[in-house]
């Protein structure tokens, strides 16, 4: 049975193209007002995730369900999409987009468009076409949100705008969920996800590597850093403790990544008696970086 | 729902209207500067010179070739617009249903604005008055609307799985629809002969020929009688196989394209 606060709950969803497992047995659950972002690096599934959940790809097994309902037509009503490359139409206006939207959506609200236009500083009489790359995010961004939807899925919502307008964005994308809605987007500036989500997961290879709520799991990774006389200890098999995400060594300096637990590997790595120790709290980029970043080639073990 | 579809089509209908005008107009301006616009009737004329349907043809023609840039309005949602379109509050068979409605009202404005401009380039060379009604009026112009609906529905079909290269589809589409009626007319040995006869059962062009003999000439539309490949068969089985074709075109391209997902 599923949790009633939770607005989208994507259960063991996977998408293979052919022998590639795009999307590999992705299991969240996104409550309701959350804000949830996701990461992951070039390739990860974040957009195959984001279309097998509307429906724009069959996925190949797993199911999502909104509210506890599978996807049906009517709701979209109650949802926005934006997808990471422009989908609008390049021979049409922009006022004339809006007018497809009031057509489309009984929720359209031609006000808010209005205020959002301005506020992008879009030109309704030029054609999509016309528009650079960050304008046309921008006037999807506006499509999406004149329908004060309860659940936005934004792809890259940020690509291409100005720093100005990216701040525009996160602004309206807090306050939305202020409201009520569900709020999931995909961003590779870390900065604005860990400014705006209170959620995260991270996806690698298409499988999810990490999730949880943004202040927590920014608690429990920490980095026990240690710095010895000579080249950094064998770890004795301290690296296959769960809790270890990576180790790095490079030369005299160890720095090891930990999940939880950060006491105890601090007192493991305390007895090897380094010249000195400390631990580091990481922020989102730093978690981030290191649940996709582990690679032997880079002086690190996993 | 449909309103970029909307936008398409009254921008298409704008264009048809301006070109065909233009066309009408450069030939009267011909006929004028041979003196034909100011003496119409060359001698006594029979009063069929002119039958009706033949107005019917070439409109069914123009709408054709109208309807067959419109056939592609699946295959050009399929070309990076589903994400705006497959997120609408409505099924896709609804969605797609309600723009063929659309495309197949914006076909028939098409046949009736190029109908419109042929009787009034008539009118301009004084020749109306030489249109005769014939009695199969009524059935010919059902027959010559349906054929670009059925041109419309073969296209949306063989189009509705692609993105870009639905574009290509059409062209060839079109020089297939010429090129087998042609082999169908110059009778070649079995089994070209009955290749291109199976063929043609799927070609709309195979029921959309049209000819009038009158006390001075004989006019022919389309394929004229010869290369028709169902001569024997009556105009109602012309209706009947645009129907089909036209109805069962549109579904396969609404099945088809309800199936695109990545």
């Known amino acids: ?302 | 729902m449909y309103y970029p579809q909307l936008l398409r089509l009254t921008n298409g209908l704008k264009w048809l209207t301006i070109v065909l005008t233009c066309v009408a107009a450069f030939f009267i301006a011909i006929a004028a500067a041979n003196g034909v616009y100011h003496h119409p009737a060359h001698g006594p004329r029979s009063s069929d010179d002119l039958p009706l349907p033949m107005f019917f043809a070439m409109a069914g023609f123009i709408a054709s070739f109208f309807a067959s840039r419109y056939a592609r309005t699946l295959s050009e949602e399929n070309e990076g617009h589903l994400p705006v379109v497959w997120t609408k509050p409505v099924s896709r068979a609804e969605y797609a249903m309600t723009v063929i409605a659309a495309d197949a009202l914006g076909i028939c404005a098409a046949f009736g604005i190029a109908l419109v401009i042929e009787l009034a380039f008539c009118a301009a060379l004084g020749a109306l008055p030489f249109i005769q009604i014939t009695s199969d009026a009524g059935v010919q112009l059902i027959r010559f609307l349906l054929l670009p609906l059925a041109y419309y529905g073969l296209m949306m079909a063989l189009t509705a799985s692609f993105g870009k290269a639905g574009r290509g589809l059409i062209g060839w589409a079109w020089c297939f629809s010429f090129v087998i009626m042609l082999i169908a007319a110059l009778h070649p040995p079995k089994p070209w002969d009955t290749i291109a006869t199976l063929l043609n059962t799927i070609n709309p062009l195979a029921y959309a020929g049209y000819s009038h003999t009158n006390a001075h000439e004989t006019v022919n539309i389309g394929s004229g009688p010869a290369p028709t490949v169902f001569t024997s068969l009556a105009l109602g089985i012309d209706i009947a196989a645009l129907l089909v074709l036209c109805v069962a075109g549109m579904a396969a391209g609404i099945v088809l394209w309800r199936r695109v997902e990545a």
Not at chain 1, 144 to 155: G, R, W
Not at chain 1, 170 to 190: M, N
Not at chain 1, 282 to 289: S, V
Request: hydrophobic share 40%; proline share 4%; charged share 25%.
């Open chain 1, 1 to 302: 049975m599923s949790d009633p606060t939770t607005t989208i709950a994507i259960n063991g969803l996977t998408k293979r193209y052919g022998e590639t497992a795009a999307v590999d047995d992705l299991t969240i659950a996104i409550p309701q007002g959350s804000i949830f972002g996701l990461l992951g690096t070039n390739g990860a599934g974040k957009t195959t995730t984001f279309k097998c959940m509307l429906g724009l790809a069959r996925a190949t097994s797993g199911s999502v369900a909104f509210n506890g309902k599978p996807l049906a037509p009517e709701m979209f009503e109650q949802m926005s999409y934006v997808p990471e490359r422009c989908a609008l139409y390049e021979w049409m206006t922009g006022a004339e987009h809006l007018e497809m939207q009031r057509r489309a959506f009984k929720r359209y609200d031609p006000k808010r468009a209005d205020r959002l236009v301005d506020m992008f500083a879009l030109d309704r009489k030029k054609k999509v076409g016309k528009y650079s790359k960050g304008q046309q995010t921008a006037m999807a961004l506006v499509l999406a949100f004149s329908t004060h939807p309860e659940i936005l899925v934004l792809d890259e919502p940020a690509s291409g705008l100005d720093p100005v307008h990216q701040r525009h964005v996160l602004d309206l994308i807090i306050g939305e969920a202020a409201s009520g809605a569900t709020i999931v987007f995909s961003s590779h500036q870390i900065g604005q996800v860990e400014r705006a989500a209170d959620r995260v997961a991270i996806l690698h290879q298409g499988t999810l590597r990490l999730a949880g709520e943004v202040e927590q799991l920014k608690a429990d990774v920490k980095v026990v850093e240690a710095v010895f006389e000579t080249d950094a200890p064998s770890l004795n098999g301290l690296q296959n403790d769960p809790a270890v995400g990576y180790v790095q060594r490079t030369g005299r300096l160890l720095r090891v990544y930990v999940r939880g637990r950060g006491d105890e590997i601090e007192k493991a790595i305390a007895a090897k008696g380094p010249r000195s120790l400390r631990v580091l709290d990481q922020n989102l980029e730093d978690i981030f970086l290191s649940t996709v970043g582990a690679s032997p080639s880079n002086g690190t073990e996993a």
